[in-house]
T-cell receptor
Framework: DAMVIQNPRYQVTQFGKPVTLSCSQT?????MYWYQQKSSQAPKLLFH???????NEADTPDNFQSRRPNTSFCFLDIRSPGLGDAAMYLC????????????????FGSGTQLSVL | KNQVEQSPQSLIILEGKNCTLQ??????????LRWYKQDTGRGPVSLTI?????NTKSNGRYTATLDADTKQSSLHITASQLSDSASYIC????????????FGQGTELSVKP
């Protein structure tokens, strides 16, 4: 059974039209992450939540926002998508922060492939 | 600068053969090292996780090794199957840097019949 669920699998939006991607988890994990992965590149961390505490990466554009209304759900809002924002967006969860010396797993969803026309 | 370098960039092998993928890192202070398998168009799936004190870990036909002194890791795949065709990503985390993981660029493995 899927434990980190991302919807939709494919999303097409127009240049400048706001879009929201969703992620839900059944693991009751404390930490939820959003990554952007462009073709043939490594995933790039945009931000993460530890419970309700939001942690933004310094180089994440203001165009990207996130909401976590409860433990299970997390949303990625792109306020004005540009052509350069076309990418795979990956949601991930972990019980504790991945920077700890731990064997705790990081679970990824299947991703949402965003196209911007 | 914290970096993770993987080699080779791509690899083609015949079904049933073994292969070894390499990962070198300069991340400090080291916390843990993870190997992931990512099928095209899908999210990464965890294969192994190793902390500083562990030097080998297996998951079925996948065996990862870690040498924390030389800052090298390898992923050995035994008796490859067509379904092993994927990108294999080495990911290292540094202690006390929050949720930040340093990803390698991946090795694209293609298993041919």
């Amino acid at each position: 059974d899927a434990m980190v669920i991302q919807n939709p699998r494919y999303q097409v939006t127009q240049f400048g039209k706001p879009v929201t991607l969703s992620c839900s988890q059944t693991l009751n994990h404390n930490v939820m992450y959003w990554y952007q992965q462009k073709s043939s590149q490594a995933p790039k961390l945009l931000f993460h939540y530890y419970d309700k505490d939001f942690n933004n990466e310094a180089d994440t554009p203001d165009n990207f926002q996130s909401r976590r209304p409860n433990t299970s759900f997390c949303f990625l809002d792109i306020r004005s998508p540009g052509l350069g924002d076309a990418a795979m967006y990956l949601c991930a969860t972990s019980r504790v922060i991945t920077g700890l010396p731990t064997n705790e797993k990081l679970f990824f969803g299947s991703g949402t492939q965003l196209s911007v026309l | 600068k914290n970096q993770v370098e993987q080699s080779p960039q791509s690899l083609i092998i015949l079904e049933g053969k073994n292969c070894t993928l390499q990962c070198n890192y300069t991340v400090s202070p080291f916390s843990n090292l993870r190997w992931y398998k990512q099928d095209t168009g899908r999210g990464p799936v965890s294969l192994t996780i190793m902390t500083f004190s562990e030097n080998t870990k297996s998951n079925g036909r996948y065996t990862a090794t870690l040498d924390a002194d030389t800052k090298q890791s390898s992923l050995h795949i035994t008796a490859s199957q067509l379904s092993d065709s994927a990108s294999y990503i080495c990911v290292v985390s540094a202690h006390n840097q929050g949720g930040k993981l340093i990803f390698g660029q991946g090795t694209e493995l293609s298993v041919k019949p």
